[in-house]
């Protein structure tokens, strides 16, 4: 089976299924800074992907208590001798918000990152670009993000898709992708595992 995936640290996971893994990508992170972040005003420190992690490592932080909403977020920031405090058990705004146990909140995320959740001050680290390329033949796709579900979507593509979490299933069914399974840990290892217990893993 001929696997689409949009980040190259994928491709060895994919292969070890016995897949054949082919590297498209749909979005590109141009940073909005690059000026110190200082987040010491605050009394948690919010980080929501592992993009805002590496952005914040590029341009220094400084944070009394950081918040990570998932393993793979965390591990970027550890990746950077970045300390994390807390990591939420369920990886979504939601599971921040119900494990934060309280004070003032700075949230370091995407520019167009949801607002709706967390009471917190915002800090834009970076934007998603779509891009349209064009997308190779493959009998399924790997998402890690709505706004790859998006693109890939706007290609004209009609791959079915595993996504990494209930939000980036919720964009691409929006956008007319079918999804065929929905990562239960929502990091790179739960999105491989969504792929190899789904029915899809078996074909070839």
Known sequence: ????????????????????????????????GDQPVDARA????????RNGAHELARRGVTANRVAAIGPGTADALASHGLHVDLVAATHTQ???R????????LLAAAEGARRDVL???????YRTVELRP????????LLMSGSAAR??????????????????????????LE?????????????????????WSSRS
């Not at 605050?42 to 992907?49: C, G, N, P, R």
């Not at 064009?134 to 796709?141: F, H, N, Q, T």
């Not at 979507?153 to 929006?174: D, H, N, W, Y």
């Open 1 to 32: 089976m001929r696997v689409l995936v949009t980040r190259e640290e994928l491709v060895a996971r994919v292969e070890s299924l016995g897949h054949d893994a082919v590297l498209c990508e749909l979005i590109r992170v141009e940073p909005l």
């Open 42 to 49: 605050y009394d948690w420190l919010v980080v929501t992907s």
């Open 94 to 96: 939601e599971g921040l």
């Open 98 to 105: 119900d494990e934060l146990p309280g004070g003032s909140l």
């Open 119 to 125: 009471e917190a001050d915002f800090l834009p680290l």
């Open 134 to 141: 064009d997308v190779p033949d493959a009998d399924v796709a």
């Open 151 to 176: 693109a890939l979507s706007a290609t004209g593509a009609r791959l079915p898709v595993v996504a990494i979490g209930p939000q980036t299933a919720a964009e691409a069914r929006a956008t007319g």
């Open 179 to 199: 999804v065929i399974a929905v990562a239960t840990t929502h990091d790179l290892e739960g999105l491989v595992e969504a792929l190899r217990s789904s029915s």
